[in-house]
């Protein structure tokens, strides 16, 4: 990445004293305990398949370093069972109409927003986010529901087109379902990621088997448990559980299609398995991605943006911004407001709204941040707000820290760090700062700040990213149901939303008729013949504008 810090002013770090930390946020809500009791967990892994006596894997809350949950673990031949159960289920809902399967969703959205406090507490214990980071998974989730609800009938409906002959030859174009999707979702959104991207699966036609993150298993289970609620056959969406290295190529090797979330490096070796089979595979991987502030951007607007862009979920969000690039003219007075901002937020795992940002979600997360955070500052970045663990309010969480003076050898620069960590660099020109911002192997989400909306989506086209906000740090693009999201480079293959979101799920069929005359010598025209009635018919097909 190219080195933008050169004369960058120092700004003190602060002190290790408790002033200078950031504020814990009020208690509330119920406790992880009551939220997710014994009789819960076992209502919920009925829903697993694992046979016989399966082996139990214990799983932590975050927010207390408690046992949480013990879950059975599904066996490579229990994949081969749920996969056999989701096929015969399959054809039977692929044969009803779509407006049928469409009607589940739309049933589905309606119990989600009304037991929406469910699953907030589900995604909060499991992965130790604030509750309003969990909400956007709820709120998410819905508008995927209410989007594929309403408009699978029309991405999914035969298409007529023009046939090889003009009123002799008719083309349809129709779409059927794959089959049965491998489904393998992370445990950063565990709700969005579980069942957002298996909903439009479902209103193609097809059958679903699973495979969540052991340590968020319980929320993809809930949401399978309301979506049968809703009217999906049982069957239909088989969730299996396991050692990744171990249950994940199990499950790419029975897949129809493949639908995978998770880091570059695996998704490398999902996508070689894929092909080795001849199916295809959508892959939504990592990211380094960038925000850029121009000299005419709104600076409280953009400070209060960044807080949003960087911090949501406590930066565990492979769309988050984790580089700001800001005009060398206004970095100082943007980086000041956005620090303090930053300084502000409150932290606290309590089952409630009022945090502004929860924890980590293990130490392993943990570790990678402090590591980033670490070796940056003894290669010379100053700690501008944050940097360091908080133990005292929980075992994973650390404070939302910002970063500057920060130069290519250090691994904070271009590796994700996927935690609360945000490295601030300072240009002179837009070139430099779209050069900086093009210059890692990742293209997943971008953000651009400035009054004039032409000129950030001028801005916006020559950023290689699957996705760029204007004014927004993510949610605009990724709310916007209707669009593709995805990435680009290492960032993955596919998009979710949109009409690519859920015709990925299908295979496309052409059904050519053909009426009263053959496409073939006929009326005694011998082959020379046919070829020049051919020729002549081309050309006033070309001339008449036909396409």
Same mark, same amino acid.
């Given at each position: 990445?190219?080195?933008?810090?050169?004369?960058?002013?120092?700004?003190?770090?602060?002190?290790?004293?408790?002033?200078?930390?950031?504020?814990?946020?009020?208690?509330?809500?119920?406790?992880?305990?009551?939220?997710?009791?014994?009789?819960?967990?076992?209502?919920?892994?009925?829903?697993?398949?694992?046979?016989?006596?399966?082996?139990?894997?214990?799983?932590?809350?975050?927010?207390?370093?408690?046992?949480?949950?013990?879950?059975?673990?599904?066996?490579?031949?229990?994949?081969?069972?749920?996969?056999?159960?989701?096929?015969?289920?399959?054809?039977?809902?692929?044969?009803?109409?779509?407006?049928?399967?469409?009607?589940?969703?739309?049933?589905?959205?309606?119990?989600?927003?009304?037991?929406?406090?469910?699953?907030?507490?589900?995604?909060?214990?499991?992965?130790?986010?604030?509750?309003?980071?969990?909400?956007?998974?709820?709120?998410?989730?819905?508008?995927?529901?209410?989007?594929?609800?309403?408009?699978?009938?029309?991405?999914?409906?035969?298409?007529?087109?023009?046939?090889?002959?003009?009123?002799?030859?008719?083309?349809?174009?129709?779409?059927?379902?794959?089959?049965?999707?491998?489904?393998?979702?992370?445990?950063?959104?565990?709700?969005?990621?579980?069942?957002?991207?298996?909903?439009?699966?479902?209103?193609?036609?097809?059958?679903?088997?699973?495979?969540?993150?052991?340590?968020?298993?319980?929320?993809?289970?809930?949401?399978?448990?309301?979506?049968?609620?809703?009217?999906?056959?049982?069957?239909?969406?088989?969730?299996?559980?396991?050692?990744?290295?171990?249950?994940?190529?199990?499950?790419?090797?029975?897949?129809? /299609?493949?639908?995978?979330?998770?880091?570059?490096?695996?998704?490398?070796?999902?996508?070689?398995?894929?092909?080795?089979?001849?199916?295809?595979?959508?892959?939504?991987?990592?990211?380094? +991605?960038?925000?850029?502030?121009?000299?005419?951007?709104?600076?409280?607007?953009?400070?209060?943006?960044?807080?949003?862009?960087?911090?949501?979920?406590?930066?565990?969000?492979?769309?988050?911004?984790?580089?700001?690039?800001?005009?060398?003219?206004?970095?100082?007075?943007?980086?000041?407001?956005?620090?303090?901002?930053?300084?502000?937020?409150?932290?606290?795992?309590?089952?409630? /709204?009022?945090?502004?940002?929860?924890?980590?979600?293990?130490?392993?997360?943990?570790?990678?941040?402090?590591?980033?955070?670490?070796?940056?500052?003894?290669?010379?970045?100053?700690?501008?707000?944050?940097?360091?663990?908080?133990?005292?309010?929980?075992?994973?969480?650390?404070?939302?820290?910002?970063?500057?003076?920060?130069?290519?050898?250090?691994?904070?620069?271009?590796?994700?760090?996927?935690?609360?960590?945000?490295?601030?660099?300072?240009?002179?020109?837009?070139?430099?700062?779209?050069?900086?911002?093009?210059?890692?192997? /990742?293209?997943?989400?971008?953000?651009?700040?400035?009054?004039?909306?032409?000129?950030?989506?001028?801005?916006?086209?020559?950023?290689?990213?699957?996705?760029? +906000?204007? +004014?927004?740090?993510?949610?605009?693009?990724?709310?916007?149901?209707?669009?593709?999201?995805?990435?680009?480079?290492?960032?993955?293959?596919?998009?979710?939303?949109?009409?690519?979101?859920?015709?990925?799920?299908?295979?496309?069929?052409?059904?050519?008729?053909?009426?009263?005359?053959?496409?073939?010598?006929?009326?005694?025209?011998?082959?020379?013949?046919?070829?020049?009635?051919?020729?002549?018919?081309?050309?006033?097909?070309?001339?008449?504008?036909?396409?």
């Amino acid at each position: 990445m190219t080195d933008l810090t050169a004369d960058a002013p120092a700004i003190a770090q602060p002190g290790a004293g408790a002033a200078d930390r950031n504020p814990a946020a009020p208690g509330g809500g119920r406790t992880v305990a009551a939220a997710v009791p014994p009789s819960l967990v076992t209502r919920l892994t009925a829903g697993i398949t694992a046979a016989g006596e399966p082996a139990l894997v214990e799983t932590v809350a975050p927010l207390t370093g408690e046992l949480l949950a013990g879950l059975p673990q599904s066996t490579p031949a229990d994949v081969e069972v749920a996969f056999q159960l989701a096929r015969r289920a399959q054809p039977a809902w692929g044969a009803l109409p779509v407006r049928r399967r469409a009607a589940v969703l739309l049933r589905f959205h309606d119990l989600l927003l009304k037991r929406q406090d469910e699953v907030l507490d589900l995604i909060q214990a499991e992965t130790g986010k604030a509750r309003l980071h969990a909400f956007e998974e709820v709120l998410a989730v819905a508008m995927a529901a209410r989007h594929y609800g309403r408009a699978a009938h029309s991405y999914l409906r035969d298409k007529r087109h023009g046939g090889a002959l003009p009123v002799l030859t008719q083309a349809i174009e129709a779409r059927r379902p794959k089959g049965v999707i491998g489904h393998i979702s992370p445990w950063n959104y565990p709700l969005e990621l579980s069942i957002g991207d298996a909903l439009p699966a479902f209103a193609a036609g097809n059958a679903v088997v699973n495979k969540p993150d052991t340590q968020t298993a319980l929320t993809a289970l809930w949401a399978r448990e309301l979506l049968v609620e809703a009217g999906l056959p049982a069957d239909l969406w088989q969730v299996v559980i396991g050692d990744g290295p171990v249950i994940g190529p199990a499950v790419v090797e029975h897949a129809d /299609y493949v639908s995978f979330t998770g880091s570059t490096r695996t998704g490398r070796e999902v996508a070689q398995r894929a092909a080795a089979r001849l199916v295809g595979a959508s892959l939504e991987l990592g990211g380094k +991605n960038a925000m850029l502030v121009l000299a005419d951007a709104d600076l409280d607007r953009a400070a209060e943006g960044a807080v949003r862009a960087c911090f949501s979920s406590a930066g565990q969000l492979c769309i988050s911004i984790e580089r700001l690039l800001v005009h060398r003219s206004v970095a100082d007075e943007f980086l000041a407001r956005f620090a303090a901002r930053t300084r502000a937020l409150r932290l606290g795992g309590g089952l409630a /709204y009022g945090a502004d940002m929860g924890s980590l979600v293990s130490v392993r997360q943990l570790d990678a941040t402090v590591r980033h955070v670490e070796d940056a500052v003894k290669a010379g970045a100053t700690v501008v707000a944050g940097g360091r663990a908080r133990p005292d309010l929980g075992p994973f969480f650390h404070e939302p820290t910002i970063l500057d003076g920060v130069t290519a050898e250090m691994a904070v620069c271009a590796e994700e760090t996927f935690g609360p960590v945000v490295s601030v660099y300072r240009f002179d020109t837009e070139d430099e700062a779209v050069t900086a911002a093009n210059s890692t192997p /990742y293209g997943l989400n971008s953000s651009v700040w400035t009054k004039d909306l032409r000129r950030g989506r001028q801005l916006a086209a020559r950023l290689r990213t699957g996705t760029v +906000n204007v +004014n927004e740090g993510y949610a605009a693009a990724y709310g916007s149901v209707s669009s593709p999201m995805g990435g680009m480079g290492d960032s993955g293959l596919g998009r979710r939303h949109g009409a690519e979101g859920i015709l990925r799920y299908t295979e496309a069929q052409t059904v050519a008729s053909q009426r009263l005359v053959p496409i073939a010598p006929a009326f005694g025209l011998d082959d020379r013949q046919f070829a020049a009635v051919l020729t002549g018919g081309l050309r006033v097909l070309k001339a008449l504008r036909f396409k």
